[in-house]
């Protein structure tokens, strides 16, 4: 059994200000893991992703995670926030379900907002 | 535009009434996965397929709905009877099948309203 926690519905900053936005996980098997953004009425697309290589990923737009297996968490950062960044941001974890699959699991998500 | 494609894009609906998506993956993913994502909370998993074979459906696939994949390529997700529950956005996503990793390439999403 996998599962994702997302510590903040809601996180708001300055523009031009760092941005953490914070994600632990747990899984059975050694997971990949995802953050995902969405834009209002958009699909989700790809920020980055860890799959047991560098623990230190860089994604688009500047956004970065690092991987803490001992913490158990997968952070998403960005040293610089921009009035784009305004949107719903899902950590993932993912692991192989034997059938051919993987098995996605989201947090809720966590509402990034930006303010000029 | 070469991404996942879903329509429609937006369906509103009576209650009672059938409703269908169709979702066209990328070409040659030949994995398919629709998930349901309602009101501030993230997309849970519906069902899946590799090629035209429906290999998962999670418990949430009441008998109501319905999906298929018939020659590979694009998908249909029938609701039979809706129900004001069923409002929803509904997300298609694809993979290729060599890529190992679980990451998926999701479409815009049909959002359905069940008036």
């Known amino acids: 059994a996998q599962s994702v926690t997302q510590l903040d519905s809601h996180v708001s900053v300055s523009e031009g200000t760092p941005v953490l936005l914070r994600c632990n996980y747990s899984?059975?098997?050694?997971?990949?893991l995802f953050w995902y953004v969405q834009h209002p009425n958009k699909g989700l697309q790809l920020l980055l992703k860890?799959?047991?290589?560098?623990?230190l990923v860089k994604g688009i737009n500047g956004f970065e995670a690092e991987f803490k297996k001992s913490e158990t968490s997968f952070h998403l950062t960005k040293p610089s926030a921009h009035m784009s960044d305004a949107a719903e941001y899902f950590c993932?974890?993912?692991?192989?379900?034997?059938?051919?699959?993987?098995?996605?699991?989201f947090g809720k998500g966590t509402k990034l907002s930006v303010i000029p | 535009d070469t991404g996942v494609s879903q329509n429609p894009r937006h369906k509103i609906t009576k209650r009672g009434q059938n409703v269908t998506f169709r979702c066209d993956p990328i070409?040659?993913?030949?994995?398919l996965y629709w998930y349901r994502q309602t009101l501030g909370q993230g997309p849970e998993f519906l069902t899946y397929?590799?090629?035209?074979?429906?290999?998962?459906k999670s418990r949430l696939l009441s008998d109501r709905f319905s999906a298929e994949r018939p020659k590979g390529s694009f998908s249909t997700l029938e609701i039979q009877r809706t129900e004001q529950g069923d409002s929803a956005m509904y997300l298609c996503?694809?993979?290729?099948?060599?890529?190992?990793?679980?990451?998926?390439?999701f479409g815009e999403g049909s959002r359905l309203t069940v008036l």
């Open positions: 860890y799959t047991s290589a560098a623990t």
């Open positions: 899984s059975s098997y050694s997971p990949s």
């Open positions: 993932v974890v993912s692991a192989p379900t034997g059938a051919g699959s993987y098995q996605l699991t």
């Open positions: 397929f590799q090629n035209e074979a429906q290999l998962e």
């Open positions: 070409s040659e993913h030949n994995r």
């Open positions: 996503a694809s993979s290729p099948g060599t890529l190992n990793t679980g990451e998926l390439f």
